[in-house]
């Protein structure tokens, strides 16, 4: 809550069990502060003194845990729709949390994946050979820094190339 007379506050935080702190400002004009790169599930320990125009206050402390880091699940369901010759749709349950995903994609039995991304928890393909076994594996994003493993591979065959013939 807002102290009358407040210019400013300072507020400094650490983990629990560091002997420094972090000072997150010295001129914080409100009464609220977003701190970013904690780690996850831990306990810190914060205090706030307050500015006013005759002086600074002494620390009010508390303390907080930081929530657990979410898990960024693997993909399941994956399965192949809308087989032509040449493409496919590549589809997957998708996960909760997810901010994306990884693909990649091989002729059965290569040794070089071909890698893409999906916004969404389906990918299609269109550049593919013609009566041609395919796995893929899809990993889950959550974030910048948290990504799944990928996934086990699931396979589809493209269909053949069609033919022309002379019905004469």
Request: contains cysteine.
């Amino acid at each position: 809550a807002a102290v009358s007379g407040a210019v400013s506050y300072s507020l400094d935080y650490k983990l629990n069990s560091s002997a420094t702190w972090t000072n997150f400002s010295t001129t914080l004009a409100g009464t609220s502060a977003n701190l970013t790169g904690l780690t996850a599930g831990s306990l810190y320990d914060w205090r706030v003194s307050t500015n006013c125009s005759s002086g600074t206050s002494a620390y009010a402390s508390a303390q907080f845990t930081t929530t657990t880091a979410a898990t960024c699940n693997v993909p399941t369901g994956l399965g192949a729709s809308a087989i032509t010759a040449t493409g496919a749709t590549l589809g997957w349950t998708a996960v909760s949390g997810a901010t994306g995903y990884n693909v990649q994609y091989r002729v059965v039995g290569a040794s070089t994946w071909t890698s893409a991304t999906s916004a969404t928890n389906s990918l299609v393909l269109s550049t593919l050979t013609a009566s041609t076994n395919y796995e893929f594996q899809v990993q889950t994003v959550c974030s910048a820094t948290s990504t799944s493993a990928f996934s086990a591979s699931a396979t589809f065959t493209t269909a053949a190339a069609g033919t022309c013939s002379n019905n004469f």
